[in-house]
């Protein structure tokens, strides 16, 4: 099943995956040969926290290339939704209790990160918001409540 993802996701993506191609396995690997010289194996801890890690940079990797091979990549910038909340879209949002304004576009799954105001398409947040157009009131079942917001405005950026 296609995963939604954007243009700049899959390129942080691809970045992530050059990086841990050409620096990452490369440093693991040289890691590994200068903990095998050191001599006996089943007590050399440089050599086992080099193989972890090693495994962990493989199993990123092959989550990596999985992720972009299953992604449907949208450019944002090309959707034209007529002011409507669409994947990809950034939203300015006004929380009406706090007064609080926020600014979240929706993202794919795995290029969530909250702190940078993306959320995942799948998110209760997004799910309020799809299909809403600017001037719109959003419920958000949140885990402290329902959180009400005001859509200001719909941006496709």
Same mark, same amino acid.
């Given at each position: 099943?296609?995963?939604?993802?954007t243009v700049?996701?899959a390129?942080?993506l691809?970045?992530?995956? +050059?990086?841990l191609?050409? @620096?990452? +396995?490369?440093?693991?690997?040289?890691? *590994?040969?200068?903990? +095998?010289?050191?001599?006996? &194996?089943?007590?050399?801890?440089?050599?086992h926290?080099?193989?972890?890690?090693?495994?962990f940079?493989?199993?990123?990797?092959?989550? #990596? =290339?999985?992720?972009?091979?299953?992604?449907?990549?949208?450019? /944002? %910038?090309?959707?034209?939704?007529?002011?409507? /909340?669409?994947?990809?879209?950034? /939203? =300015?949002?006004?929380?009406?209790?706090?007064d609080q304004? /926020?600014? $979240?576009? *929706?993202?794919?799954?795995?290029?969530?990160?909250?702190?940078?105001?993306?959320?995942?398409? %799948?998110s209760?947040?997004?799910?309020? &918001?799809?299909g809403?157009?600017?001037?719109?009131?959003?419920?958000?079942?949140?885990?402290?409540?329902?959180?009400? $917001?005001? #859509? &200001?405005? @719909?941006? $496709? *950026?």
């Open positions: 099943m296609s995963q939604p993802m700049k996701g390129e942080k691809k970045e992530e995956l +050059r990086h191609k050409s @620096v990452e +396995r490369p440093r693991i690997t040289k890691a *590994i040969a200068e903990a +095998r010289a050191h001599g006996d &194996l089943s007590e050399n801890a440089e050599y926290a080099a193989r972890e890690q090693q495994s940079t493989e199993g990123r990797i092959n989550h #990596i =290339d999985s992720a972009l091979a299953e992604a449907q990549i949208i450019d /944002v %910038t090309e959707l034209d939704a007529g002011g409507r /909340v669409v994947f990809g879209a950034t /939203v =300015d949002l006004l929380n009406v209790e706090t304004e /926020v600014t $979240y576009q *929706i993202v794919g799954e795995e290029e969530a990160d909250i702190e940078a105001g993306l959320i995942s398409v %799948t209760p947040i997004a799910r309020a &918001l799809i809403k157009e600017e001037g719109d009131s959003a419920d958000v079942n949140a885990p402290s409540g329902i959180i009400e $917001y005001e #859509i &200001l405005q @719909v941006k $496709y *950026i």
